[in-house]
Each structure stands twice: as C-alpha cells, then as structure tokens.
C-alpha cells in the first residue's frame, strides 16, 4: 500500500488517531499550534514545520534571506493564528555541501530579521549535512494567557467569517515566478508577497482579547480549504459572499491583464499567511483591527461551504471546491 | 567560501553569536535543550534533532520502528541530559514517494513506543512529500524545577567526571552494520545497541534531586568530544583514567573476536546516549543511582584531558584526542 493510497490528511488522521493528548486542556494535531498548560496564567503554544527544496521551495529562484524570512514567518503565523506571543525559534537545518557560505549566511540573516520583527529569540536547532536537497525544520514556541488560544472548533453558528488583509497575492505570485513572468510594477509586489509573507502577529494578540472572536486560523492553504478546517472542527455550515472577498489593486490588475481569474487566486491559492476568524456580529461592530466579513456561518451540514455570488464581475465564477488531491 | 572552511561548529558558533537569548535564566543554543523560564515554578526544556537519510541512517539496513525509537529516543535524551521530565514530542518528516504506508507505520509504532515509553504525548508535527531522501526533525518538549536544569557550564573544580552505563557498544554496533560482519550473540547487541538507545531519563531526574552533581550532558558524539564540551563551557581541564571507562561484557568479548581496541569505540564513538556528569565527591559517596567514576576535573588550560593509561591492557593506548572534521 502506498503513501498516495491515504494521502496527507490520511496520514495524518492516522497519526492524531494514535497520538495521546493526555488530560487537561491539551490541544494536539489538529490545530495551528499545539496548546499545552502551565499553571502560571499561561499556556504555552507550538508550531512546527518543515521545507524542503523542490517541495515548497526552487533554491534558484527564491533569494536565500527571504528564505529565511519565509521559514520563519509561517511557523511565528501558527503562533499569531492561536492568538498568541511568539517567544523563541528553533532551526534544523540538513545543508548539501554545494551551498555556499555565503548563501547560509544570507539565509541565517533573513532568519533573523523576521525573529527581531516579531520579538523571537533563536534558542537552539540542529545542523547536519543533506546529501541533495536543502531541507529546513523550524519550531516556534510562544505562550498566550491560560485558555485564550483560539483554536478551529470554537465557532459558533450565527458567527460571522472574516478575514485581515486581501487574499491571492500569494498564489498569484508563485504564479508568476512559476511561468517566468516578467516582475515589474504590481507583479513583483505579488512575488514579494509570495516571498516575504507578514505573519498578523498584533492582529492575532489582539483579536485574542475579544471574547466575540470564537475560532481562528491562519489561510495557508486558500481560504476555501482553510475555512472547512474550522466548519468540520465547529460541525457548522458556511455561506460565503465572493463579492465580498478582499482582493488587492495588484491582484486585480496583474489578473485583468493576463485574463486569470481572481478568485481563483483568492479561494485556492495558499500562502496568505492573513487570519481567518469567526466573531458574533455585536463583537464585529466594535472591533478596532481592519478586517473584512465574508460570510456566516450556520447549523447544518458540517463543513459545507455555500458560495454565493454578487457582483457582475462574479456572476460567472462556478467555485469547484477545493481539494489537495 | 564553503561550508566546509568554517565546518560544523563554526557555522554554529555563528549562528549563536548572532543570536540573541534575551534577558532572565534563558539558555539559548550550546547545551542539549534550551531552558525557557516561567513563573510557576518550572523551566521548559527544548530540544530539536534531524536525521536525514544516508547521513544518519542507511534505510535499508535500520528496520522502520527501530529509526521510529530512535528518532524519538535522540531527544528524549536531550531532556534526560539536562535532569528534565519529557512531555510532549513533534514530529515532522519529508516522505518519499517510494516509501510504502506499511513503511510508515512501522516507524510511528517504534516513534510512540519510544513516547509510551517514556511518558511523552506526541503533540504535533508536518508531514511533507520529498523528491528523494527521507528527513526526520522531532521536536521534544520537558520540564524542570526552576533553575535546576543541569548546564553544561556549572561544573566545578575538584568534581569527579562520571557515567552511566557503558560506552562504546553504540559505536562498535555501527562498525558490525557498516562491515557487514554477522550479527550473532554479542555482536547482535551491540547492534541492538545502536540502533535502539535507552534514554537515561530516570537517572536524569534523579541527579538533578542531588545539589552536589553541577554539570550534565548526554553522550552522543562519544566522551572524548564532548567531555570538551563541559570542560570549555566550565572553564575546566580533567584527567581520566581510561582504565575506570565502563566496558560491556559484549564489547569486550566482540573486540577481542575481531582484533579491536574497545577503548576507541568507548572514547571517540558516538551514540551511547548514556550520561556525562560531573559532581563533588562527598555527594558522589550517597549516590543511589549506579555510575562509574572515569576521572576528576581541575584548574588548568580550559578543554584540555590528560588520558591517563592504567592497566596493562591500556598501556600501549596513546589517545590522540577527537576532531570532527
């Protein structure tokens, strides 16, 4: 039997079926983070992730400090997804002896610069040799106030869905470096986008002090896959409103002139590293971070997303749904 | 410049002094775990480990839930070396395609017995597709009472340097794997040895109820490399007497078959996972736990060992001291 035979989710279904969370409030596979008390006010939060070359990254394409930004960011977003601190990192490197000084020095700098953004300390790691491919593991460990990490399956009906920032660039991005587009103007914003992700640290922390906001997630994966993480986890239904999906200026016109469909981008595409939350409308009314609503979500079928157009520019988009394989 | 000018340590003497453990009883990269301080009394231990194929392991030859304990058993250890409780593991791995799912979960069943084993839940992870080699990053998470975490820094003068266990058996189960030599008898317990490390965590936690034991490290790069370790982070020379290094029945008896020095594997061969410890000789005299006294530590060139031969059988030993590069 072969890997392909179950898939990822397979797996890793599998291996949380098996795994132990223990007693208490422990959350385990399954969310952004793991979530484990302490008895100080505080539980501590954990993230770990791996890239390897040619699977989530092509080592001529992508300059090494924004490598290194990048492997930082999507662990430190895991931690902003919970509503969390982000507090130290911990790197594991395997190195081909092909690579240069200077590239792991520039890779080690843009590491860096993300952890001084966001207020990391780098505590430890590992390094070994790789006898090909680069592969990169990071963990990020931050800490949030006793049972204030919010996790996917904390929605309720009636919520309303929302999301910081736009959606797409990302994906768009990669799309452009993937068929060699020239990036110019708005195009190499997108490729920035997809290169140097901005993990909603403050927007986290933030929304993590609103007893309104019920779950959150990070969008790594488009939001039409993301969201259905939270609905299976809430056993909840959703509608959303493409017309009022976020979209950016860039994302709109590098679209309208090459005739690639936004949305596409935007429901799809990975990698926004924005925060997905669902939050009761009075709570909505009063919050003070930008944001946009894009739905509702209600009892019914768990997980079922109803996509709803609304706009001219969006009455001929028949959304698919989403699957990884 | 290539890596290999400033090699392994270089690039992680870079590394650390770039990176920036922030204020309070923090410890960043240098010993086996970081220590993270909180304020209900405990310490959170971490410690990360890769292993890549044919750089670790050969595939073929390690049975799937054998590389599982192991992978798992490596960190533990990094806990046990600092007198802590492990508590929760993450594992993440790059999977080729070829790898079957029967492959798979043999190596989870061999991951978790090692987690049953020692009282970890495992917490989280990311699995990943490869292009080619197997790699595997296992994050593992402990505790300890605040401020008694055992560095590799606190070692005083006058300490008698101890182990557990025995060395070199690891190491010497590598050669019979490497050669291809039949396992068979003590030969296959050596083997055994190697690829199925017993992490030292009961003794672990109990040397650090004892005031008296200042500094502790686990033995994975073998005793003559990182006993330098705790010398030079203590600012300490030593004189070991090769004739006190604990040799198993089974070394000694596969040494003598083949025409080997023991004292070789036992010194500069890696992967005992036993532990190091230094501790003053008064609290030595109560100590319940079983241990061998190898040497004592002194003022003097910092990281420097006199390997003192006492036996007939060592005297033609001439210890050429250990360099990984």
């Known amino acids: 039997m072969k890997l392909s035979d179950i898939g990822e989710f397979g797996l890793i279904s599998e291996i949380a079926s098996a795994s132990s969370p223990g007693p208490g409030r422990v ?12 008895n100080d006010g505080f539980d501590t939060l954990v ?5 390897v070359e040619d699977v989530h990254f092509i080592l001529d394409d992508i300059p090494p400090e924004l490598l290194g930004w ?3 960011s999507v662990n430190i977003s895991d931690i902003a997804a919970m509503g969390g601190q982000p507090e130290a990192a911990f790197l594991s490197f395997a190195l081909p002896e092909t690579l240069s000084l200077d590239y792991i020095r520039a890779f080690l700098d843009g590491f860096r610069k993300a952890l001084d953004c966001f207020g990391l300390s780098l505590l430890g790691g590992d390094t070994t040799s790789s006898p090909d491919k680069l592969s990169i593991s990071v963990t990020v460990i931050g800490h949030c106030k006793s049972g204030t990490a919010r996790l996917r399956s904390g929605a309720l009906p009636g919520d309303l869905v929302c999301v910081t920032g736009c959606l797409g660039d990302s994906a768009a991005g990669l799309r452009i470096i993937l068929e ?7 195009s190499s914003e997108l490729v920035l986008r997809h290169y140097r992700p901005q993990p909603r640290v403050n927007q986290g922390l933030l929304l993590s002090t609103c007893p309104g906001v019920h779950a959150m997630m990070d969008i790594s994966d488009g939001i039409a896959s993301d969201l259905v993480h939270i609905l299976k986890a809430s056993h909840l239904s959703a509608r959303i409103d493409l017309g009022n999906i976020p979209l950016s200026g860039e994302l709109l016109s590098v679209c ?4 690639w469909n936004p949305l596409e981008f935007a429901l799809e595409g990975g990698e926004d590293y924005e925060l997905l939350f669902t939050i009761d409308s009075q709570s909505e009314a009063g919050l003070a971070i930008p944001h946009t609503i894009v739905g509702q979500l209600f009892s019914g079928e768990s997980g079922k997303v109803d996509w709803l157009g609304n706009g001219a520019d969006h009455t001929d988009f028949q959304y698919k749904g989403y699957t990884h394989f």
């Open 27 to 38: 959350v385990g596979i399954g969310d952004d983070c793991a979530v484990m008390p302490r």
């Open 256 to 259: 309208s002139e090459n005739g």
């Open 180 to 186: 060699g587009l020239p990036r110019s103007g708005p």
């Open 70 to 72: 990048k492997s930082a």
């Open 47 to 51: 993230s770990t992730d791996m890239l």
